[in-house]
């Protein structure tokens, strides 16, 4: 007798039955990136799609992602005063926390996730405070734990640092509970890794380093292992959610990470991956959006629970209408 897996593939009815593995609005994580002024929208070059906007305009935005499903946006903040220390990630009226508070009392019920981080606030565009050439890691952590503080008082849902220094969740985490933000949750970019992949975001950012590169604070690609130690790391510091970064070519990393943790897990679908699916569509090469939804399944396939994407809005009007077949 033969085995005929293609009984189970006949018809749509059928294949909807039997798909393992669904994506939906609700595992989106939208990304914004906000500068300051008024009434202003600037494209980024490289990511077809994607702006920089004033807080008014970024709160148009905002409402279109809630109102086609997204439960949650990442705030990426572009001060127009850059310094040595990125004394704008912590100023209690900075911009992300003016942009926080503003979406929350706009939308409250859209979870505000806060990126911590120093390198679109630094001079130097590094993700902390210079010792030399290299990253000050305990100098770093605490002028990251103010930053916290200031975006928990702004409103923030969550706070998600993601420059990969040393014992970076304790040191957020005891800041927040210190000022009672004890219902404030922590997403660490656990395991994120130095990649190339993040050339369009610097450009959104405007966070390229001015000398050197991330090296000695982000993962080396080759690395398998280590990831699974920083990830175990930050859940033993009290991380709520750990992620995974980039995410397509990472793959295994999140399939690793989801056999041996029980924390929700995010998969940040990077800058450079939207810009290529987004040039070879725009050339006739790949169909996008059809690319587009297979790899957010991918992700999901690969045990990612949630989705850091700036496809988000448009692959959440696609699953809309849940049209069928
Ligand atoms: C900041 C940060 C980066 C990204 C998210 N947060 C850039 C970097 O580490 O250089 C990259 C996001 C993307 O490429 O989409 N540390």
Excluded at 15 to 43: C, H, K, M, N
Excluded at 190 to 196: D, G, L, N, R
Excluded at 213 to 226: H, I, L, P, T, V
């Amino acid at each position: 007798m033969i085995v005929r897996p293609r009984r189970l593939r006949r018809t749509a009815t059928l294949r909807r039955l039997v798909q393992e593995t669904a994506v939906s609005a609700a595992d989106f994580i939208y990304p914004l990136f906000v500068i300051p002024g008024q009434s202003r929208r600037l494209p980024v070059a490289s990511m077809p799609g994607v702006e920089q906007r004033t807080i008014d305009q970024a709160l148009l935005l905002a409402r279109q992602a809630w109102e086609v499903g997204i439960g949650a946006v990442i705030l990426f903040g572009i001060p127009e005063q850059k310094d040595a220390t990125g004394s704008e990630a912590y100023r209690e009226d900075g911009l992300v926390q003016r942009a926080i508070a503003a979406l929350k009392q706009e939308l409250p019920e859209l979870l505000v996730i806060a990126d911590a981080c120093f390198c679109e606030y630094t001079d130097h565009g590094h993700c902390g405070v210079l010792q030399g050439h290299d990253v000050d890691n305990d100098a770093t952590l605490e002028l990251l734990a103010r930053a916290a503080v200031s975006y928990a008082a702004a409103g923030a849902d969550i706070i998600a640092p993601s420059g990969m220094m040393d014992g970076m969740v304790t040191t957020i985490r005891t800041a927040l509970d210190r000022h009672d933000y004890t219902q404030v949750a922590i997403l660490s970019y656990a395991a994120k890794y130095a990649s190339a992949f993040y050339g369009p975001f610097r450009d959104a950012a405007g966070s390229t380093p001015q000398f050197g590169d991330r090296r000695s604070y982000q993962m080396d690609s080759a690395n398998r292992r280590e990831a699974l130690r920083e990830v175990a790391l930050d859940i033993e510091q009290g991380a709520d959610m750990v992620m995974v970064k980039p995410a397509l070519a990472y793959l295994d990393i999140v399939r690793d990470v989801r056999n041996r943790f029980d924390v929700p897990l995010v998969a940040y679908n990077v800058s450079g991956e939207y810009a290529m699916l987004k040039a070879a569509a725009a050339q006739g090469w790949i169909d996008g959006p059809r690319v587009m939804m297979e790899t957010l399944t991918a992700f999901k396939r690969a045990g990612a629970d949630l989705i850091i994407t700036y496809h988000a809005i448009e692959a959440a009007q696609l699953l809309l209408p849940r049209t069928f077949p």
